[in-house]
């Protein structure tokens, strides 16, 4: 570290990243602990630190003492690991070093010393001459003294080799660091404070993430004085400088210096070994954007660097989840947003915390989202995760841009858009998508629309069909969780109808099949009420798969006027106001009649007599066996279960659940059992269903 150097990049997390990486490197050389690392300065904005003070009580003559030493010998250590530590070689020699670490490991013995006494009986009062055991006491009055005389000789003399510098305010502190440092690391725009400090000449700049820089950025720090030596070093693949102005990126005003030397034939060399992703993530990007030439590390290769973090092939190290009922959203600032992406990135974010939190183990997350609405959006949805990196458990949340020279153990990637025409903006530049997929080091998880990617015809629809390819491609409501969360926000949002579709989530694993009146939805788009909502929901699931509600005969009765689709109409109250109404019905598909579920309407119990006197329309053209078939039963011990009959032969069965013709959908039964109840006799046409199947 005799090269004066300056370390620049575009932004914060940048510049954090590379000194951090350099001050691992070098703490793993230094002989003597913290020793040089004053030599280092990372140059810009600070967080404050608060020094928490705790109340003091009575303490006996043995606690005193040892509190007093404790105090003391903790503060004097303090002191001479920060000395040691921030300020420069130049002001501290190995010779004043070694001193210092002397001192250290004296006033550690002196520690050891008294805790061995203190846990003896009558420890401390040994030492101060309350006990009458003369030869022990003299022992250790010789041993205690021996030791604290070396100590405070190496004290004293290392007052004498060494001069704590003096500054009058914080100004001076830093020209002080900055004059007498190696290493600085800084961004690119904060380097320009450095023309205004007296200080020896830098000989060497590095500019991390140089293709990110407009030319004229990149001109800050090199105009500073005394410079010998430039290296840049970036990737022309991702992210270029922003240039808000149009008129001014077509003149080339975006054009970095990086990609001008490219241009101009310099000689590069390409840093063709990446010690970050796992190999599992690094697949595609290596082979899309750098042609295969990108080595993985043998690091990355070892058996510990693959990591689990949540159970389930669906949480692997690499997986695109697809949320098929997600909806753009276009918010104010010319954004996107898609509420169902960020409840399922909740979701994940929630249960790691779940699993993680109180292990000891240390993780850190970045959900990443092209789109600034997006961003906020799941902010919003994680706010009590997010916290700093220095956080056992931490959690950032940023755009693509923001991400750039960054990486966490995990990433989320929202790509966010949802349409029908496959439309999906600025998301489709290789550069950002790049970017997005090389952030991770042991787990990438995607979430989007898997119909939209595919159809935008983009670097997106390569990486679904790489995903699908490698058996990496997961829909969400495989997922239990997932699945609640992508429910839950359906609902909160308003969605219903998305739910309320025959193949919806609601219905995937459902016995039978769901169809819906127009007049049902409209009265459940004027619900509100999200509780009441979920209970329909919930009700309507639990229909689908048999449940049925217990009631009398002369209850019954009582709630449904007599008529000729009385044996028929089944209502089940929701939240004591409301009503839901619905009926078994058969649908005929091909050559077989099936039992199908349909819904009327939710609605008080003063408009029920009105939709019975509707329903006695529609079944009075009903012949006997249909009515029958309708009112047909079987059960699979306390669930009802849908059947299915030939056309030709429902006519001849005779009610029994053993004829042949008759068929459980969608599974065989152990055993059936016929519930009988009377039929009503209407005309031989069956008026057609005015319902939407979807």
């Not at 430039?230 to 077509?250: C, F, M, T, Y």
Request: hydrophobic share 40%; net charge neutral; aromatic share 8%.
């Amino acid at each position: 570290m005799k090269c004066r150097t300056l370390t620049c990049a575009p932004t914060n997390i940048a510049v954090v990243e590379v000194a951090a990486r350099v001050v691992s490197t070098v703490a793993d050389l230094v002989e003597y602990e913290t020793y040089g690392m004053g030599d280092i300065i990372l140059f810009g904005n600070w967080e404050r630190m608060k020094d928490n003070m705790g109340k003091e009580g009575l303490l006996t003559c043995e606690q005193f003492v040892w509190k007093r030493f404790d105090f003391s010998g903790k503060q004097l250590k303090f002191c001479i690991v920060n000395l040691y530590t921030h300020l420069p070689t130049t002001l501290i020699s190995l010779q004043v070093m070694r001193i210092m670490t002397r001192a250290l490991d004296l006033m550690t013995s002196l520690e050891t010393l008294l805790l061995s006494l203190s846990a003896a009986d009558e420890g401390l009062k040994q030492i101060l001459g309350e006990n009458e055991d003369e030869e022990r006491k003299l022992h250790n009055r010789i041993k205690l003294i021996n030791e604290k005389r070396e100590c405070l000789n190496t004290l004293r003399l290392l007052s004498l080799k060494f001069q704590v510098p003096e500054f009058a305010d914080k100004n001076a502190i830093e020209k002080f660091c900055l004059s007498n440092a190696c290493l600085i690391f800084c961004t690119v725009s904060s380097s320009a404070r450095l023309h205004s400090i007296r200080m020896a000449p830098l000989r060497c700049l590095v500019i991390d993430e140089a293709a990110q820089l407009k030319e004229c950025e990149s001109t800050i720090p090199l105009q500073l004085f005394g410079l010998h030596h430039a290296i840049l070093i970036g990737d022309e693949r991702q992210l270029p400088a922003i240039v808000n102005s149009e008129i001014s990126g077509k003149a080339g005003f975006g054009r970095s210096l990086f990609e001008r030397l490219v241009k101009l034939g310099c000689k590069s060399h390409l840093l063709n070994i990446q010690y970050r992703m796992h190999p599992s993530i690094s697949l595609f990007p290596n082979t899309e954007f750098y042609g295969s030439q990108v080595l993985d590390a043998p690091n990355v290769k070892e058996t510990g660097y693959r990591r689990r973090f949540l159970q389930g092939d669906m949480f692997e190290s690499y997986s695109f989840i697809n949320l098929a009922h997600g909806k753009e959203e276009f918010v104010e600032q010319r954004s996107f947003k898609n509420t169902v992406e960020a409840a399922a990135a909740a979701d994940i974010v929630g249960r790691l915390f779940k699993d993680i939190n109180g292990t000891g183990q240390k993780v850190s997350i970045g959900i990443i989202s092209p789109y600034q609405a997006q961003v906020h959006a799941i902010q919003e949805k994680i706010g009590k995760f997010i916290s700093d990196s220095d956080s056992a458990f931490s959690v950032s949340v940023g755009t693509v841009d923001g991400f750039q020279g960054g990486e966490e153990d995990l990433i989320i990637i929202s790509t966010v858009r949802s349409n029908e025409n496959g439309s999906v903006g600025f998301v489709s530049n290789p550069q950002r998508a790049n970017v997005a997929l090389t952030r991770a080091r042991f787990c990438l998880w995607i979430l989007g629309n898997e119909a939209t990617l595919v159809r935008s015809g983009s670097i997106w629809k390569k990486i679904v069909n790489d995903a699908k390819h490698r058996q990496c491609f997961y829909n969400a409501e495989e997922d239990e969780s997932l699945d609640q969360a992508i429910t839950e926000s359906l609902i909160e949002h308003g969605r219903l109808d998305v739910l309320l579709r025959t193949h919806s989530p609601l219905f995937r694993n459902a016995r039978w099949m769901v169809f819906f009146s127009d007049d049902f939805r409209r009265s459940v788009a004027r619900v509100k009420n999200v509780r009441i909502c979920k209970e329909v929901l919930s009700l309507l699931a639990k229909l689908s798969n048999g449940w049925r509600q217990r009631q009398s005969r002369k209850k019954r009765s009582l709630m449904v006027p007599s008529g000729i689709s009385s044996p028929l109409i089944e209502q089940y109250n929701v939240s004591g106001q409301l009503n839901m109404v619905w009926t078994v019905d058969i649908l005929q598909e091909n050559s077989f009649w099936i039992h199908v579920l349909k819904v009327w309407d939710i609605l008080p119990s003063s408009d029920i007599p009105k939709l019975a006197m509707s329903l006695d329309t529609l079944f009075w053209n009903y012949t006997e066996e249909q009515m029958n078939l309708c009112l047909y039963k079987c059960m699979e011990g306390n669930l009802v279960v849908p059947m299915r009959w030939t056309v030709d032969s429902s006519s001849d069965r005779q009610g029994s659940c053993g004829d042949a013709d008759a068929v459980q959908l969608p599974k065989s039964l152990a055993s059936l059992c016929l519930e009988d109840e009377p039929g009503t006799t209407g005309k031989a046409a069956r008026k057609q269903w005015r319902l939407k199947r979807n």
